[in-house]
């Protein structure tokens, strides 16, 4: 079955992993269900379920969702997530990254699906559920952003913990209570972090009473990618901050990963706003243009 993807946004740089998740995704900007599921099929039928497989099967639940076909996307979700719960009976699953991709988007498929179709609480509990299970691997910070996209806004905003800063420690949110505050998560190799910097800029010299923190995480490499040491990713770290973030300067950057688990920023930049008691008001993981986070933040001032 053929199912249309107006609206659907699916990136088409080539795959980590060239093969059948590429033909799968390539099919499926072409608006062709039928040709993805065949390549699919084609390639279990010669090669088993393998991760690669896996993670390609995951497309399947992504495209349907992203086309609101909640019943569709859930039935491939679940497809993906009892196939992948057969091969982690054989090894762990950050044995390979294929898995943890496969798992994690077949959970947030059925959780994003069962919110769609007004299940809130049953996908609040899948992920929590998933937690439990998978709180300890890789999938960890993405179950967090889901969970935190369903239950965040309106609760109290999780304290930021880190002995490592850029510049000087902040206050603590509790002491930071009574203004509103921006959570800027970013990542040294992230292209759209660099392009949320100069609109963070702009809104930072526009609201004098918004204090901005931008938590950042190591990840084990520097530039080109190349293996680093704790100290020399900090250093790299702290040359790419005054590089691209000239806006920003002045601007606490804790540096955790424990930040990154517990307000889910698996999506780099995560955008978060805390309003004056201390509450979350605004969960946005991905870039947003200045206009609409300019409309979020007039709302907390």
């Known amino acids: 079955m053929a199912i249309r993807l107006t609206g659907f946004v699916l990136l088409l740089s080539i795959s980590a992993f060239a093969g059948i998740v590429d033909d799968v995704r390539i099919a499926l900007a072409q608006n062709n269900f039928s040709s993805a599921e065949s390549e699919l099929k084609n390639y279990k039928a010669q090669r088993g379920v393998t991760p690669e497989y896996l993670e390609g099967l995951s497309w399947m639940g992504r495209a349907a969702l992203s086309m609101q076909q909640y019943a569709q996307a859930e039935a491939y979700a679940r497809q993906t997530q009892l196939q992948v719960a057969q091969v982690l009976k054989t090894r762990p699953i950050d044995a390979e990254p294929q898995l943890p991709l496969a798992l994690g988007a077949a959970l947030e498929v059925q959780a994003q699906a069962l919110a ?5 609480a049953q996908g609040i509990a899948l992920l929590r559920s998933a937690l439990r299970t998978y709180g300890n691997t890789s999938i960890a910070t993405r179950l967090h952003k889901n969970l935190n996209l369903l239950t965040f806004v309106g609760s109290a905003a999780p304290a930021l913990k880190s002995s490592e800063y850029l510049s000087a420690p902040p206050a603590s949110l509790a002491q930071l209570k ?3 505050l921006l959570l800027f998560f970013w990542a040294h190799w992230c292209g759209d972090c660099k392009g949320e910097a100069s609109i963070l800029g702009r809104l930072r010299s526009e609201f004098k009473g918004l204090t901005i923190l931008a938590p950042t995480q190591r990840y084990g490499y520097a ?13 790299y770290i702290h040359s790419v901050w005054q590089e691209y973030y000239a806006g920003l300067q002045g601007v606490s950057v804790p540096v955790s990963k424990e930040n990154f688990n517990v307000y889910g920023a698996s999506t780099t930049p995560t955008l978060v706003l805390i309003d004056r008691s201390g509450k979350i008001a605004f969960y946005h993981p991905g870039a947003l243009p200045y206009e609409e986070l300019r409309a979020a933040i007039e709302r907390v001032m």
Do not use: C, I, V, Y
């Open 116 to 120: 769609a179709r007004r299940q809130k």
């Open 178 to 180: 009574g203004s509103p």
């Open 223 to 235: 530039a080109r990618g190349e293996d680093a040491t704790p100290k020399a990713e900090l250093a």
